[in-house]
């Protein structure tokens, strides 16, 4: 079944203490990206990443890492979490050219 | 960069009625205009698309028109269900030439009353 994979699901941590949420999809699409989703404000773009090795920065990029060393992956990384942080965040993938984005079901982070 | 718009933000209809939600764009390059829906606890998903070549599509209930002079798009949903409860994005993108990166609205939240 094509689908894009995040976990954790749900994480509570603290302020300061690093985390990764992974993201894997099996599409071999070319194409990835990570959001975050607050409400009122929709979906923001944090990174994105159009191949291997290639990554750019969305619109809310600051306090976020990330990296593609392999097509199938694209972990987010926050090296030392926030509270502005807590947020849903949505991992997606899409094929090249004109193709839809396919989402994974969120991570829902909180940090205390 | 694209700056994308939906109207309404939020659309309350009774159940059979029919839901209309607007999506405006700026960048004349957007030539590929989905529709996603996201359920409660979901990621969201694609309905329905169209390509700039084309004015309307239809599948069943739901249907998408383009009007690219105006720059703005559309979602028609028909003969409401409960289960159509749900926050819709658009999120046009342009290429050739472009980048394919696709900009979202700030999401509509169609809630339908039995």
């Known amino acids: 079944e094509a689908q894009v994979t995040q976990n954790p699901r749900y994480l509570i941590t603290v302020t300061g203490k690093k985390l990764t949420v992974t993201c894997s999809q099996n599409m071999n699409h070319e194409y990835m990206s990570w959001y975050r989703q607050d409400p009122g404000l929709g979906l923001r773009q944090i990174y994105y990443s159009m191949n291997v090795e290639v990554t750019d920065k969305g619109d809310v990029p600051e306090g976020y890492k990330v990296s593609r060393k392999e097509k199938r992956n694209f972990p987010l990384i926050l090296e030392s979490p926030s509270p502005n942080q807590t947020s849903l965040y949505f991992c997606a993938s899409k094929g090249t050219g004109d193709q839809p984005q396919h989402f994974g079901d969120g991570t829902r982070l909180s940090i205390l | 960069g694209e700056n994308v718009e939906q109207h309404p933000s939020t659309l309350s209809v009774q159940e059979g009625d029919s839901a209309v939600i607007k999506c405006t764009y700026s960048d004349s390059a957007s030539n590929y205009f989905p529709w996603y829906k996201q359920e409660l606890g979901k990621g969201p998903q694609l309905i329905i698309d169209i390509r700039s070549n084309v004015g309307e599509k239809k599948d069943q209930r739901i249907a998408v028109t383009l009007n690219k002079t105006a720059k703005h798009f559309s979602l028609h949903i028909t003969e409401t269900q409960p289960e159509d409860s749900a926050v819709y994005f658009c999120?046009?993108?342009?290429?050739?030439?472009?980048?394919?990166?696709?900009?979202f609205g700030r999401g509509t939240s169609l809630i339908v009353h039995p």
């Open positions: 999120a046009p993108s342009n290429g050739p030439g472009g980048s394919y990166i696709p900009t």
